[in-house]
Every structure is written in C-alpha cells, then in structure tokens.
Nanobody, 119 residues
Framework: QVQLVESGGGLVQPGGSLRLSCAAS????????MGWYRQAPGKQRELVAL???????DYADSAKGRFTISRDGAKNTAYLQMNSLNPEDTAVYSC?????????????WGQGTQVTVFS
C-alpha cells in the first residue's frame, strides 16, 4: 500500500517562505512523476509544479521564479520550496505521485496541507 505524507504547510507573511515535503512510503517504488496541485476557495485546482524521475521540472506561470521543486529519489520524497509568497498563494496544496504498478501508472495523493499567506 502506497501512502504519501505531506508536511510543511502553515502561516506566513507576504514575502516569506515555506518548504513542503511529500514522502512516498512503500517498498520497491518506481515513481514516474511527483508534484503539487493547489486549490483556493472558489477557484479551480491548479498544477503548481512537477518533477519527473529524470529531473525535468515544470511550473505554473504563477510559480516560476519563486517556487523550486526538487526530489530525493533515494527517499522517495519531493520538496517544494516556495519563496516570495503572496496572499494569492493561499490554498490547500496536495502532492501527488504517479507510480508504475505493473504496466500501469497509478496516481496517489497526499492528505493536503494548508498554506496561508496573510498580512
């Protein structure tokens, strides 16, 4: 059974930083992609950042230049470093991992973590 455990959300003032972590548990995992979505009240869910097993990354336009996603393959853990946060970044951030299971790719989700940027 694969589980994703997130940590690192919280309250921060504008201009501050937070680092989210997402750890996948399970033996012999073959992880294809990890990343984060976020959803703010009344808004659509948005892909924030992703990183592939090869280290390629992609970001939402709103995250480029401020957020950095990284990955520790040995620990099956991804990190999202968020700098220069502003109130528009307030949302529930949910990590995901696409994992090879047999011939399929299965998506697993973390429990979500609240990020609140306030003055």
């Amino acid at each position: 059974q694969v589980q994703l455990v997130e940590s690192g959300g919280g309250l921060v003032q504008p201009g501050g930083s937070l680092r989210l972590s997402c750890a996948a548990s399970g033996s012999g995992l073959s992880i294809n992609t990890m990343g984060w979505y976020r959803q703010a009240p009344g808004k659509q869910r948005e892909l924030v950042a992703l990183i592939t097993s090869g280290g390629s990354t992609d970001y939402a336009d709103s995250a480029k230049g401020r957020f950095t996603i990284s990955r520790d393959g040995a620990k099956n853990t991804a990190y999202l470093q968020m700098n220069s946060l502003n109130p528009e970044d307030t949302a529930v951030y949910s990590c995901y991992a696409r994992i090879h299971v047999g011939y399929s790719l299965v998506t697993y989700w973390g429990q979500g973590t609240q990020v609140t940027v306030f003055s």
